[in-house]
């Protein structure tokens, strides 16, 4: 048997176009509000009747393909649940019951459903689904197909799932196209947006394929693309839908526009910039900030073939960390989390290795209205009052703020002062060795999902060394990486734990004791505190955006009191590079790159860039 698998997937043909006013909606019953869209923190921005989003070239060419990278590789094309590594792009295949705008915070417009039906109790949400949606393989969308998809990803997807929709009590189909979502309460103001999120799957497809297991083979959708081949492990391609049922809804309009989207697997992001740079990779969102600054001189950038540009976002940054595991006993005591803390050297790795290119995160809301900031007051100090007792002093006397160097490399304020509480914690040096009271030494492993982290970790590494802790870095490729965070298997790794501009439901999954023990959750460091939990659901139970902003500074500064994770930094701009054959939109959402949603091949350039390219 060959290694590789070649498959290529037939397109469906000769689909009609979507009617997209086929049949008039219902009628609206007594005390129930029907709306194009669902917003959470302000009116929508556009009216029902917008005929395409504000950032998109509504006039945007079809046509022409783009490689992409990846990093690692892929066993599988179900993303929705636990085993297998899911390959890139998946979400090209679906379509959601609402369309996020990355121009508006927390607002979504009608997509797959039609309208959107509210009781003024906010007690259930209802969804009209489109007459006309279809599966590529041209049967309906149906209300059954929101029902089943709902409960396999609550029963059998990943454990973010459940946190997600803990508070839907039920789903119910009220005819082949209108679909129910009850909710536990009304307090819970996120959850229509959420179940509205949800991409919807083909039952009739997956009727005799067991959802719990990795896929690979090409799943039915109704979304703009489809799998058209793929080698597993090394590289699929996504081919658009040219009779695509939703091409002409304002929420589609203008976006999709490449024929072909091709991501190609590379085993770390070195090789992958040197197939950018021999013109193999279209475009690549630079995360490492020493290549930024040096690895980007090449002859196609002076030659005005390859594009750069750094792009300013409004986007919270949350936080990146290296988290430390509490389920392990080396690191429950708090005073060990922050010693670990003082002799990272954010100002000497910002100097050295990241050419000035970052900000230290000092909130697990960084970039956003929700950071804690000042000392607690007015109905912040209200939400914290009730758990006093049980908090760090610290959250009540003073503003968190990371420790600081002179960025010499000499960090002896902050090497003295972890000695200091690792004595008052148990450990002492022995030998040059820190160990406990039973003669144990400290010795802790730094889980990597690739190379490039290691010039950060070994550093780190060097500063544990002088306050006689033993750390090693351990390096393994992306399929085992997943498969040891989804155990909790590590001492201490890398977590991004994001935010959006309406913290909610996803807390859960973060930082409470349900999920500190449940297998491939997102609560990497373990957090398990009951004064955690009770602030998370505040949070979510959050009637207003005032309240939400007090309720989320105070759990941001319990969290950061308590110094669960060594935070590290941020950056608030994308920095891109493309070749010149690509077209794109005045301007970007606020909130996101509008890549490759937004963008096309623009066919002057391409043939300019290919004339040049042979010529040169």
Wanted: glycine residues 6%; contains cysteine.
């Amino acid at each position: 048997m060959q290694r590789r698998h070649l498959i290529a997937a037939g397109l469906a043909v000769g689909l009609p176009p979507l009617p997209l006013a086929a049949q008039p909606a219902p009628p609206v019953a007594a005390g129930v509000t029907r709306s194009h869209a669902l917003t959470l923190l302000a009116p929508p921005a556009l009216p029902a009747d917008f005929t395409h989003f504000p950032w998109v070239n509504p006039a945007a060419p079809k046509g022409g393909e783009i490689s992409l990278t990846a990093i690692g590789a892929f066993d599988s094309f179900n993303q929705f649940i636990l085993r297998g590594t899911a390959a890139v792009g998946l979400g090209l295949l679906y379509d959601t019951l609402l369309q996020e705008n990355p121009d508006e915070a927390s607002v979504e417009y009608s997509h797959l459903a039609e309208y959107v039906d509210q009781p003024e109790d906010r007690m259930w949400v209802a969804f009209g689904l489109r007459d006309g949606a279809r599966w590529h393989d041209g049967r309906p969308i149906t209300s059954e197909d929101v029902v089943w998809t709902f409960n396999q990803l609550r029963q059998h997807g990943r454990p973010g799932f459940r946190a997600y929709y803990a508070d839907v009590t039920d789903v119910v189909a009220e005819g082949p196209r209108r679909v129910v979502f009850r909710f536990r309460n009304a307090e819970n103001r996120e959850l229509a947006l959420i179940v509205g999120q949800l991409s919807i799957l083909p039952k009739h497809w997956w009727e005799g394929r067991d959802f719990t297991r990795p896929l690979l083979e090409p799943p039915l959708g109704s979304g703009p693309y489809r799998i058209e081949r793929f080698e597993a492990g090394r590289g699929v391609t996504y081919r658009r839908v040219a009779d695509y049922w939703g091409r002409d809804l304002p929420t589609k309009k203008g976006t999709d526009n490449f024929d072909a989207i091709r991501y190609d697997y590379y085993r770390d992001a070195t090789v992958a910039l040197e197939a950018f740079k021999a013109g193999q990779i279209d475009f690549r969102t630079e995360n490492i900030a020493r290549d930024w600054a040096t690895a980007y001189d090449f002859p196609a950038v002076r030659r005005g073939w390859v594009k750069l540009e750094e792009l300013r976002h409004e986007l919270p940054t949350g936080m990146q960390a290296f988290a430390m595991n509490l389920r392990r006993p080396l690191f429950q005591d708090k005073r060990v989390r922050q010693a670990l803390g003082l002799v990272f050297d954010f100002e000497w790795m910002n100097a050295n290795l990241f050419y000035g290119a970052y900000a230290r995160t000092d909130s697990y809301f960084s970039n956003s209205d929700f950071a804690a900031r000042d000392l607690p007051a007015g109905a912040e100090l209200a939400v914290l009052e009730p758990f006093r007792d049980r908090l760090p002093p610290e959250v009540f006397s003073q503003v968190f703020r990371n420790p600081t160097t002179d960025g010499s490399g000499s960090n002896r304020d902050g090497t003295r002062a972890a000695l200091a509480l690792l004595r008052e914690a148990g450990w002492t040096i022995r030998d040059r060795r820190l160990v406990n009271s039973e003669g144990r030494r400290f010795e802790l492993e730094i889980l990597l999902n690739g190379p490039s982290f290691e010039r950060i970790a070994l550093p780190y590494v060097q500063a544990l060394a002088r306050i006689g802790i033993e750390a090693r870095v351990r390096t393994v490729d992306p399929a085992q990486y997943q498969v040891r965070t989804d155990a909790f298997d590590y001492d201490i790794t890398v977590d991004v734990i994001p935010q959006s501009n309406s913290p909610g439901n996803e807390q859960r999954d973060f930082f409470t004791c349900a999920k500190a023990q449940e297998t491939g959750s997102q609560n990497i460091a373990g957090i398990c505190d009951p004064v955690v939990d009770a602030l998370v659901d505040l949070v979510i139970a959050s009637p207003d955006l005032e309240t939400l902003q007090s309720r989320t500074r105070a759990l941001d500064r319990v969290l950061l009191w308590n110094h669960y994770v060594i935070p590290q930094w941020h950056s608030r701009t994308f920095r891109i590079a493309w070749w010149n054959r690509l077209g794109r939109p005045e301007r970007n959402p606020k909130f996101g790159l509008g890549f490759p949603t937004s963008w096309w091949v623009d066919a002057a350039l391409d043939r300019a860039l290919a004339e040049a390219r042979r010529a040169g």
